[in-house]
């Protein structure tokens, strides 16, 4: 479960890659800023990273510091510690997430703002069926974090326990 976290992430971030620098009324490339295709590309890192952390609830580098860590190398990490970061994260994945989606399927405005014109739309506004295969995804991200955490918890706790 928690290797599908980062594959989720994985198809919006491709999407804002390769459609930075496209015309989104379809009528071929336009210039882009280098600044614009520079966020595209950083924001994709961040969430990939981001993403990947979800590895770390179930795999060993998420309970003891790495040995090639100064002074912490081998010590158990706080329970605490991974848990408050993934929760917090968890939920608000699910809130961003949710009512980015809402928005978008049913045009309202997020904010007062309407949304973006960058989203590419088909015949009456609604968006296009790549948009929504490479975004619908990431509803998931939240609440699979939020289990993870969860198992993360109580599988710790109860090794504490012993």
């Not at 520079?38 to 969430?47: F, N």
């Not at 309970?63 to 100064?70: E, F, G, I, K, L």
């Not at 295969?133 to 699979?144: E, I, M, R, S, V």
Request: with cysteine; charged share 10%; net charge positive.
């Amino acid at each position: 479960m928690a290797t599908a976290v980062p594959l989720l992430v994985l198809p919006s971030s491709l999407w804002r890659i390769a459609f930075t620098g496209a015309d989104p009324s379809g009528r071929g490339n336009v210039p882009v800023w280098l600044p614009m295709q520079a966020y595209a590309v950083l924001l994709s890192i961040l969430s990939e990273v981001l993403a990947f952390t979800a590895v770390g609830l179930i795999a060993g580098w998420g309970q003891t510091v790495p040995r090639w860590v100064p002074r912490f190398g081998g010590r158990p990490i706080p329970v605490a510690a991974a848990v408050v970061p993934a929760a917090t994260g968890a939920v608000l994945l699910t809130a961003i997430w949710t009512v980015a989606a809402f928005a978008v399927v049913t045009g309202h405005k997020i904010n007062g703002e309407p949304l973006p014109s960058t989203y590419p739309t088909r015949a009456g506004g609604w968006p296009s069926v790549e948009f929504v295969t490479c975004y619908a995804p990431l509803l998931l991200w939240g609440p699979l974090l939020g289990a993870l955490t969860v198992w993360y918890w109580r599988r710790r706790v109860s090794a504490e326990a012993r």
